[in-house]
Nanobody, 114 residues
Framework: VQLQASGGGLVQTGGSLRLTCAAS????????MSWYRQAPGKQRELVAG???????NYADSVKGRFTISRDNGKNTVYLQMNSLKPEDTAVYYC?????????WGQGTQVTVSS
């Protein structure tokens, strides 16, 4: 599985961004997809995940602000980020879980200015 993340950028506090992760390969619809982030000096953390039947989970810090979704016809997963805060600043990564193996995309930088 190859993953290509995009959509990061610089935004002011309270703004919005939508991240996109395009995946190659078949059976995308049965793959659990997740977004992680890593801020400078911190460990990578789970932001949101969505499984093959559309069930989602979120980190407490983003609940109510971020929405993960997927378009299986386009082999793509999205992360809609609203009401962004400076503490959301990080490199965001998408991950695919397929047959017990993790596949990571390259990161996309999100910077939220105060």
């Amino acid at each position: 599985v190859q993953l290509q993340a995009s959509g990061g950028g610089l935004v002011q506090t309270g703004g919005s961004l939508r991240l996109t992760c395009a995946a190659s390969g078949s059976i995308f619809g049965r793959i659990t997809m997740s977004w992680y982030r890593q801020a400078p000096g911190k460990q990578r953390e789970l932001v949101a995940g969505i499984n093959g039947v559309g069930s989602t989970n979120y980190a407490d810090s983003v609940k109510g602000r971020f929405t993960i979704s997927r378009d299986n016809g386009k082999n793509t997963v999205y992360l809609q980020m609203n009401s962004l805060k400076p503490e959301d600043t990080a490199v965001y990564y998408c991950k695919a879980l397929k047959y017990g193996n993790d596949y990571w995309g390259q990161g996309t930088q999100v910077t939220v200015s105060s």
